[in-house]
């Protein structure tokens, strides 16, 4: 049955915030996290990514439908309905996890293409930085999210690479469906780390304001409070869009466990600490081949997180202090927001040059999303039960129910990061 309003090859083409939203999801600390978890439990941890992807398609539903109904991102909205201390707080800690994350992202391509050709780890850092920042300041949105868009395809080069190792498909198969879960410490701090890593508060504010952009972008588009009858088609788009990108998200995670569990634990390597790392011992292990697929990979899904991480900051702080926030706008149009983009690009910049920890940034980049995760979700949920809000498009049921089940785990795991 085809989708009212669009055929299949119009949706596809339609493809844009979710999609996008998801393959950021799987930065290079996201292809580090998943490293190590692969290389640390083997197969026994794919279930996770099963588990984890109605809640994480939900919350991000959640999130563009905020954005589409009422105009706002996340961070507009707390502004309209919460205290400034709320609103501050939260913008605060999404600003400093998303510089620790952009840092580590930055590093780790440097390292990478350090591996692929090399030369000075702190040229390729400085390239990497200023062709991410030059991009979302030069180029429109309207012509950039087809970039990113095209960059999703390198997501692919972790199916590849499985594809090239021929892992054991049962074996694989049935630590998938039917897990043999521990409750050691070790596997309570990873199922933590993939769940921190999956479902980030970036990831939220993102697709909400991508959302926003779309509507300013398109002329014939409104927000859905002010034109309900563009309703139906819009939510049936987003719904679309934002299970198709998660479920490319969830689905690369899963490959790239599966690459590190079949290659780095199958020969005793249980220590990866980062994604340069990771690409680094496959080499020997399943040949030139996989690791420079997996190494591009990872240059390219870092080319594609990079400006999400900058870009939500910059809505986030952008709306709590009601300056103009666009990617279409010109810089002189939208200067606190192009600044905050320059400055948290070139603060992560710096973080690589000042000898900090990679595997601590992440670590303390963890603890915080936990941390802003958890309230934010909690105002989503509340936000999108007010009738005066969201008007008809307050959520249904189920959305209600998944939405509150999110939001209960990633309290379960945030306090579970401080126990371990």
């Known amino acids: 049955m085809k989708p009212h309003g669009f055929s299949v090859s119009q949706l596809l083409w339609r493809l844009g915030p979710g999609l996008i939203t998801g393959a950021a999801d799987d930065d290079p600390s996201g292809i580090g996290t998943y490293s190590q978890v692969g290389a640390q439990f083997g197969y026994g941890m794919l279930w996770t990514v099963v588990f984890s992807y109605p809640l994480m398609a939900v919350i991000q539903e959640i999130s563009a439908r905020i954005g589409r109904v009422t105009g706002a991102g996340i961070?507009?909205?707390i502004r309209r309905y919460y205290s400034k201390p709320i609103l501050y707080t939260v913008v605060l800690l999404l600003l400093i996890a998303n510089i620790c994350n952009l840092g580590a992202d930055i590093d780790a391509m440097g390292a990478v293409a350090n591996l692929l050709a090399p030369g000075p780890h702190g040229l390729y850092v400085v390239?990497?930085?200023?062709?991410?920042?030059?991009?979302?300041?030069?180029?429109?949105?309207?012509?950039?999210?087809?970039?990113?868009?095209?960059?999703t395809v390198v997501l692919f080069a972790y199916v590849i690479t499985a594809?090239?190792?021929?892992?054991?498909k049962l074996a694989a198969l049935h630590a998938t469906f039917l897990p043999s879960i521990s409750f050691r410490r070790e596997y309570f701090t990873a199922l933590i780390a993939v769940l921190g890593t999956t479902i980030s508060p970036y990831l939220f504010f993102w697709q909400a304001s991508e959302e926003v952009e779309e509507v300013t972008t398109h002329s014939h588009q409104q927000a859905l409070m002010k034109a309900p009858d563009q309703g139906p088609e819009q939510l049936q788009r987003i719904r679309f869009d934002t299970y198709f990108g998660m479920a490319v998200s969830n689905l690369v995670a899963y490959f790239v466990i599966l690459t590190a569990a079949a290659t780095l634990h199958a020969h005793?390597?249980?220590?990866?600490?980062?994604?340069?790392?990771?690409?680094?011992?496959?080499?020997?292990?399943?040949?030139?081949f996989a690791f420079v697929i997996f190494a591009l990979g990872i240059i390219g899904t870092g080319l594609l997180a990079v400006p999400v991480l900058a870009g939500s900051a910059a809505y986030g702080l952008s709306e709590a202090f009601q300056w103009n926030a666009s990617l279409q706008k010109k810089p002189k149009q939208a200067v606190g927001f192009y600044s905050t983009i320059a400055v948290a690009t070139c603060i992560g910049l710096g973080l690589t040059f000042a000898h900090i920890n990679p595997m601590k940034a992440l670590v303390w980049s963890a603890v915080l999303n936990g941390i802003v995760a958890v309230p934010v979700m909690a105002m989503m949920m509340i936000l999108t039960h007010n009738r005066k809000i969201m008007g008809e498009f307050t959520l249904p049921t189920y959305l209600r129910w998944v939405g509150w089940l999110a939001t209960?785990?990633?309290?379960?795991?945030?306090?579970g990061m401080f126990f371990t």
């Open 127 to 151: 390239v990497f930085g200023a062709i991410s920042l030059l991009l979302q300041i030069l180029v429109p949105y309207s012509k950039y999210v087809k970039y990113l868009k095209c960059l």
């Open 75 to 77: 961070a507009g909205n």
């Open 163 to 168: 594809i090239v190792l021929k892992e054991p």
């Open 408 to 415: 209960a785990v990633m309290l379960a795991a945030s306090l």
């Open 268 to 288: 005793g390597i249980l220590d990866i600490q980062t994604a340069g790392q990771a690409a680094k011992a496959l080499e020997p292990l399943a040949g030139k």
